[in-house]
């Protein structure tokens, strides 16, 4: 591109304006990036959630247990490839800040059913040997320093030993890690042979069954027909797509995405507004050269094309550089300290924001390109 | 430039009005005009009576409002905008009273502008280039930028950009009317010399006897016609 070294020496032509105009434009697109990965981490998992897995929980509410014998049940419905159950243990490590999720599982299960928690084989050996075993994702161990061998203890609250003992102990055996972005690489997972063996009261009782269907397309034909078999039972269940679950628990957060999206229109519109008065100035400062290009022989076209690119290329800089600063920003780990397990930039959200910012350069560059584009040589000359 | 009428210039019955308000005025009035292949014309006159306008109408700039324009043989107020710009960039340099040089571009960028609407090669640009700026003799000032260089060096750059792309007609607006004698007289030499030995058609606007001297033939506009005398 011949024309770039014009495009670019316009910016240096009044630099502190460019300097802020760029400026305003990275702050907007720092924001847009953090708002992204807090709004990917409270829709957390929904787009990763498998399409052809449900949840199935108590009618009343996810605290209220089921039997465990319902296992047996689930999987003899037709279309049910296979069954799992988990366990909320909701423990405490060494503080209550120190927060994450606590689960009781049959590991085989687990591990089948949710093949994006990668486990190295010789690791889940050791698992299946070992009765107190748990594997933990990878960032909380990274964060609590969680190696394999460890023992570690974690306080009971809502599940007391029966031997009297507050603190329930566990053999770190394997590090897990997900298998794409997204994955939610907190969990702390412990086997539920040993969990119902120790626990005081509500033993034979879990928490959730995870069902994995065989067909996706037959997913919410398959919910009822598991609800119909407990209907009018002690323990009614609901059952539902994985995604439709956690749909349900971000919109317990309440309605944060809508709030973001906007705060987020707001300073865009602030942008808009910013960088287009850039423009407009730009151009209209530019009159006389604008002309002698013209006479030069640089068509119509050619100058719109020209101060549309130069919008483009301000709206891309500060774009990229807010995104990039976003990146390291985000990268640097969950602002509120375990309370967004998944925390990341989602890749579709960059994509966006690349467009966005091409988006905003057109945006602000369409008026004066256009006045450039009709200006008339002989008018434009005379304001010498 | 092979054709042999390259360069030169006949107006017929050309008329420009200009809108101010309601009222019309007329600038030129039914003005024939000819210019021969390898002419230097000084055009003289009062101010506003419309001398840039005439030299806008012969470089493409801008439209009659009737009569025709026929340059190096093309009738270019038959052209469309897009096939104007095209023909300007081939055909003519424009050299300006203030040079219009781009501010935030060196000497030799601003020389380069004209070639980048041709299909050359950035060596052969680069070659083109190193030859105008010889011919102006400013090889030494090729990475200054406008506000490094004085009136009289500007000026040379503005020369050099418009016959880089080798242009049979060049027209220049009052091109020493804001340089100092000495200077002046160093710009009227290149541009006789331009004529002199490379055979450009020169049509120069100036309000200065003495830069009509240099021309080989003087006319002068008055009340919208043209004439081979001054006016009382
Ligand atoms: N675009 C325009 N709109 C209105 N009037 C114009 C325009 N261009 C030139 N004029 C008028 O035409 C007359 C001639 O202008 P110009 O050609 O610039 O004169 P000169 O170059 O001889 O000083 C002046 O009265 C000027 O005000
Ligand atoms: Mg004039």
Same mark, same amino acid.
């Given at each position: 591109?011949?024309?770039?070294?014009?495009?670019?020496?316009?910016?240096?032509?009044?630099?502190?304006?460019?300097?802020?105009?760029?400026?305003? #434009?990275?702050?907007?697109?720092?924001?847009?990036?953090?708002l992204?990965?807090?709004?990917?981490?409270?829709?957390?998992?929904?787009?990763?959630?498998?399409?052809?897995?449900?949840?199935?929980?108590?009618?009343?509410?996810?605290?209220?247990?089921?039997?465990?014998?319902?296992?047996?049940? #689930?999987?003899?419905?037709?279309?049910?490839?296979?069954?799992?159950?988990?366990?909320?243990?909701?423990? $405490?490590?060494?503080?209550?800040?120190?927060?994450?999720?606590? $689960?009781?599982?049959?590991?085989?299960?687990?591990?089948?059913?949710?093949?994006e928690?990668?486990?190295?084989?010789?690791?889940?050996?050791?698992?299946?040997?070992?009765?107190?075993?748990?594997?933990?994702?990878?960032?909380?161990?990274?964060?609590?320093?969680?190696?394999?061998?460890?023992?570690?203890?974690?306080?009971?609250? $809502?599940?007391?030993?029966?031997?009297?003992?507050?603190?329930w102990?566990?053999?770190?055996?394997?590090?897990?890690?997900?298998?794409?972005?997204?994955?939610?690489?907190?969990?702390?997972?412990?086997?539920?042979?040993?969990f119902?063996?120790?626990?005081?009261?509500?033993?034979?009782?879990?928490?959730?069954?995870?069902?994995?269907?065989?067909?996706?397309?037959?997913?919410?034909?398959?919910?009822?027909?598991?609800?119909?078999?407990?209907?009018?039972?002690?323990?009614?269940?609901?059952?539902?797509?994985?995604?439709?679950?956690?749909?349900?628990?971000?919109?317990?957060?309440?309605?944060?995405?809508? #709030?973001?999206?906007?705060?987020?229109?707001?300073?865009?519109?602030?942008?808009?507004?910013?960088?287009?008065?850039?423009?407009?100035q730009?151009?209209?400062?530019?009159?006389?050269?604008?002309?002698?290009?013209?006479?030069?022989?640089?068509?119509?076209?050619?100058?719109?094309?020209?101060?549309?690119a130069?919008?483009?290329?301000?709206?891309?800089?500060?774009?990229?550089?807010?995104?990039?600063?976003?990146?390291?920003?985000?990268?640097?780990?969950?602002?509120?300290?375990?309370?967004?397990?998944?925390?990341?930039?989602?890749?579709?959200?960059? $994509?966006v924001?690349?467009?966005?910012?091409?988006?905003?350069?057109?945006?602000?560059?369409?008026?004066?390109?256009?006045?450039?584009?009709?200006?008339?040589?002989?008018?434009?000359?005379?304001?010498? | !430039?092979s054709?042999?009428?390259?360069?030169?210039?006949?107006?017929?019955?050309?008329?420009?009005?200009?809108?101010?308000?309601?009222?019309?005025?007329?600038?030129?009035?039914?003005?024939?005009f000819?210019?021969?292949?390898?002419?230097?014309?000084?055009?003289?006159?009062? /101010?506003?009576?419309?001398k840039?306008?005439?030299?806008?109408?012969?470089?493409?700039?801008?439209?009659?409002? /009737?009569?025709?324009?026929?340059?190096?043989?093309?009738?270019?107020?038959?052209?469309?905008?897009?096939?104007?710009?095209?023909?300007?960039?081939?055909?003519?340099?424009?050299?300006?009273?203030?040079?219009?040089? !781009?501010?935030?571009?060196?000497?030799?960028?601003?020389?380069?502008?004209?070639?980048?609407?041709?299909?050359?090669?950035?060596?052969?640009?680069?070659e083109?280039?190193?030859?105008?700026?010889?011919?102006?003799? !400013?090889?030494?000032?090729?990475?200054?930028?406008?506000?490094?260089?004085?009136?009289?060096?500007?000026?040379?750059?503005?020369?050099?950009?418009?016959?880089?792309?080798?242009?049979?007609?060049?027209?220049?607006?009052?091109?020493?009317?804001?340089?100092?004698?000495?200077?002046?007289?160093?710009?009227?030499?290149?541009?006789?010399?331009?004529?002199?030995?490379?055979?450009?058609?020169?049509? !120069?606007?100036?309000?200065?006897?003495?830069?009509?001297?240099?021309?080989?033939?003087?006319?002068?506009l008055?009340?919208?016609?043209?004439?081979?005398?001054?006016?009382?």
């Amino acid at each position: 591109m011949k024309y770039l070294p014009i495009i670019w020496s316009n910016l240096g032509r009044k630099k502190i304006r460019t300097v802020l105009t760029l400026l305003s #434009i990275a702050v907007a697109f720092i924001l847009f990036g953090y708002l992204a990965a807090i709004e990917e981490a409270l829709g957390q998992g929904v787009s990763i959630a498998g399409a052809d897995r449900l949840i199935v929980r108590h009618k009343v509410s996810l605290i209220q247990l089921l039997p465990v014998s319902y296992h047996a049940r #689930i999987a003899q419905i037709d279309g049910v490839d296979r069954v799992g159950h988990s366990t909320w243990f909701g423990g $405490i490590y060494q503080e209550p800040r120190n927060f994450f999720a606590q $689960i009781a599982v049959e590991p085989d299960e687990f591990l089948a059913l949710f093949p994006e928690f990668k486990l190295p084989a010789e690791q889940l050996e050791n698992w299946q040997r070992t009765r107190t075993g748990a594997v933990v994702g990878k960032d909380t161990a990274d964060r609590y320093g969680f190696k394999i061998g460890d023992r570690v203890p974690i306080q009971a609250t $809502i599940w007391q030993k029966k031997d009297g003992n507050e603190a329930w102990e566990f053999d770190i055996v394997g590090i897990y890690e997900g298998t794409k972005p997204g994955v939610d690489e907190t969990q702390f997972l412990f086997r539920y042979d040993y969990f119902d063996e120790a626990r005081l009261g509500g033993e034979g009782e879990v928490g959730w069954y995870t069902v994995k269907v065989g067909d996706p397309d037959r997913a919410e034909e398959i919910a009822r027909q598991i609800d119909i078999q407990f209907a009018n039972s002690p323990a009614e269940t609901k059952a539902e797509t994985e995604g439709a679950f956690v749909q349900g628990f971000a919109k317990q957060v309440g309605n944060i995405g809508a #709030i973001m999206k906007a705060i987020l229109s707001a300073v865009f519109f602030t942008i808009l507004l910013v960088a287009g008065n850039t423009m407009a100035q730009t151009v209209r400062e530019r009159v006389v050269e604008i002309g002698v290009l013209k006479s030069i022989g640089f068509t119509d076209t050619k100058i719109l094309s020209l101060v549309l690119a130069e919008s483009c290329l301000i709206a891309l800089v500060g774009g990229g550089i807010g995104l990039s600063i976003a990146l390291v920003l985000v990268s640097a780990g969950d602002p509120t300290g375990g309370g967004l397990p998944v925390f990341f930039f989602p890749t579709p959200k960059l $994509i966006v924001g690349v467009g966005l910012a091409l988006l905003l350069g057109l945006l602000t560059g369409f008026f004066p390109a256009v006045r450039a584009m009709r200006l008339q040589i002989a008018e434009a000359l005379r304001r010498n | !430039m092979s054709e042999n009428n390259s360069g030169t210039v006949s107006l017929r019955a050309v008329c420009k009005n200009f809108r101010r308000g309601s009222e019309e005025i007329q600038v030129l009035h039914t003005l024939d005009f000819e210019v021969q292949a390898g002419e230097f014309v000084a055009l003289m006159g009062p /101010s506003g009576s419309g001398k840039s306008t005439l030299l806008n109408l012969i470089g493409g700039l801008d439209r009659p409002s /009737s009569g025709t324009v026929e340059v190096s043989g093309e009738p270019i107020d038959r052209l469309s905008d897009s096939r104007l710009a095209g023909w300007r960039a081939r055909h003519i340099g424009f050299v300006f009273q203030f040079y219009n040089l !781009m501010p935030t571009l060196s000497a030799d960028r601003n020389i380069d502008l004209p070639l980048l609407l041709t299909p050359l090669s950035k060596a052969q640009r680069r070659e083109h280039v190193s030859t105008a700026l010889s011919v102006v003799g !400013m090889e030494h000032r090729a990475k200054h930028y406008p506000r490094q260089l004085s009136g009289g060096e500007q000026q040379r750059i503005g020369i050099a950009r418009a016959i880089v792309t080798d242009p049979s007609l060049l027209l220049c607006d009052e091109p020493t009317g804001d340089l100092d004698r000495k200077s002046g007289d160093d710009i009227l030499e290149l541009l006789s010399a331009l004529n002199r030995e490379q055979g450009k058609t020169i049509i !120069m606007v100036t309000h200065d006897p003495h830069a009509a001297a240099k021309a080989s033939r003087v006319i002068y506009l008055n009340k919208g016609q043209l004439s081979t005398e001054p006016e009382e």
